[in-house]
Nanobody, 123 residues
Framework: VQLQASGGGLVQAGGSLRLSCAAS????????MGWFRQAPGKEREFVAT????????DYRDSVKGRFTISRDNAKNTVYLQMNSLKPEDTAVYHC?????????????????WGQGTLVTVSS
């Protein structure tokens, strides 16, 4: 499956952005999806994940209550709504697909990756 992330940009602290990740090539609803991010000089880290049906989600603690992951299987797209953004949210955000019924917080569990979209939060 091919993944194309978009929606990144420059925003002030406290602002919002919505990232999108469009999938093509395979049956999107067969994949659990995840968002990961990598800040300059830091390792990639888990942000959020959603099950194939959208009925199960999980988040890293630092984004709980601020970020919401969702998916539209009819549009082959997964979203990440990011509110109350903080400078420490600055990173390249990648979407990933996992050929499994279950979600995962581990990058190694994902089979396909998008190219990433840059989110910059100014203070």
């Amino acid at each position: 499956v091919q993944l194309q992330a978009s929606g990144g940009g420059l925003v002030q602290a406290g602002g919002s952005l919505r990232l999108s990740c469009a999938a093509s090539g395979r049956t999107f609803s067969n994949y659990a999806m995840g968002w990961f991010r990598q800040a300059p000089g830091k390792e990639r880290e888990f942000v959020a994940t959603i099950s194939r049906s959208g009925g199960s989600t999980d988040y890293r603690d630092s984004v709980k209550g601020r970020f919401t992951i969702s998916r539209d299987n009819a549009k082959n797209t997964v979203y990440l709504q990011m509110n109350s953004l903080k400078p420490e949210d600055t990173a390249v955000y990648h979407c990933a697909a996992r050929s499994s019924l279950y979600t995962s917080t581990h990058a190694s569990a994902y089979d396909y990756w998008g190219q990433g979209t840059l989110v910059t939060v100014s203070s």
